[in-house]
């Protein structure tokens, strides 16, 4: 009982804070059915259900991660960037709010693509292997989530025009915000994130 008393002032918060979006969102009702669904769920449950520590934790911890998803849902439909691309903001009208509590998600959603490993870049992990090919807009994301989140990765590999392998330093192309990435990168075939 105490897991629904929370879940339902989770909900009642959730509720209020829509209408500062408003502008935003075509249908807020949209947002608050995941909301209700869960606490459908939740209420079908029998309390002795919820005797159980992990199935209370895992709960309590679901619907944390609903509330922190529809307000960054919110707070990316409400972003500039969704105003210009439509289809940006499609991916995220029709993305689940659950999805939303992996940061690494919203690189999918703003690149279009699941082929960059982004959760890796965010978790600074050793040698990457990137795809062959990205888009330009692509590339913008990814570099923007190193920007963000590469700390430890120190150089890019690639493969030039001659089909020789080279790499270079992650602080020259990040060092300047409006470094030309298709003039630096142009023909190169990226292969590699170096830790």
Known sequence: ??????????????????PSYASSLPNQSQMLSEFDELLRQTEEKSPDHFNNDQNYRQAINEVLDLKAGIEKKCRLLSDRKCFKDDKLRQRIMNASSHDFSDDGFIYVLRSGT??????????????????????????????????????????????????????????????????????????????????
């Not at 009982?1 to 829509?18: A, G, I, P």
């Open 114 to 195: 699941v082929e960059v490993p982004w959760l890796a870049i965010m978790q600074g992990l050793d040698y990457l292997a990137l795809p062959e090919r990205l888009t330009f807009d692509e590339y913008t994301v990814m570099w923007e989530c190193i920007r963000e989140h590469g700390d430890s990765m120190t150089a890019v590999k690639i493969e030039n025009l001659e089909g020789k392998p080279v790499e270079i330093p992650i602080q020259n192309i990040l060092k300047d915000s409006t470094c030309s990435l298709s003039n630096l990168l142009l023909g190169s075939k990226i292969t590699a994130l170096v830790p």
């Open 1 to 18: 009982v105490l897991h629904l008393s929370m879940m339902q002032t989770l909900y009642d918060e959730v509720n209020k804070e829509l």
